[in-house]
């Protein structure tokens, strides 16, 4: 099992900056992928940006060149620096995490942290 727990988000200007930060544990050896979705009432959920065991970033087309993610492994923790911040931006942000371990088969799980608002005035 593995645990996460977000910080950060809140209320900002548009054009503005916010750092989100998710702080992974419990089994986290087993994480293969980490990362951030975002949803917004009535839409799925949707991917923002997620980084792999290989170091390997994917972001999402809408936040190339305005969001960057980054994995400190010592510490369990990834965090989304948001910048350029538009009021689409606006949502639920989730912590996600899949991954797998020897304890159950190898059976692909996923965990998601309880989510963060962040509200992007115009």
């Known amino acids: 099992q593995v645990q996460l727990v977000e910080s950060g988000g809140g209320l900002v200007q548009a054009g503005g900056s916010l750092e989100l930060s998710c702080s992974a544990s419990g089994n986290t050896p087993s994480i293969n992928t980490i990362g951030w979705y975002r949803q917004t009432p009535g839409k799925q959920r949707e991917l923002v940006a997620s980084?792999?065991?290989?170091?390997?970033?994917n972001y999402a087309d809408f936040v190339k060149g305005r969001f960057t993610l980054s994995r400190n492994n010592a510490e369990s923790t990834v965090s989304l620096q948001m910048k350029s911040l538009k009021p689409e931006d606006t949502a639920v942000y989730y912590c996600?995490?899949?991954?797998?371990?020897?304890?159950?088969?190898?059976?692909?799980?996923?965990?998601w942290g309880q989510g963060t608002q962040v509200t992007v005035a115009s």
């Open positions: 980084i792999d065991r290989r170091e390997i970033l």
């Open positions: 996600h995490a899949a991954g797998a371990s020897a304890d159950d088969n190898y059976a692909l799980h996923d965990y």
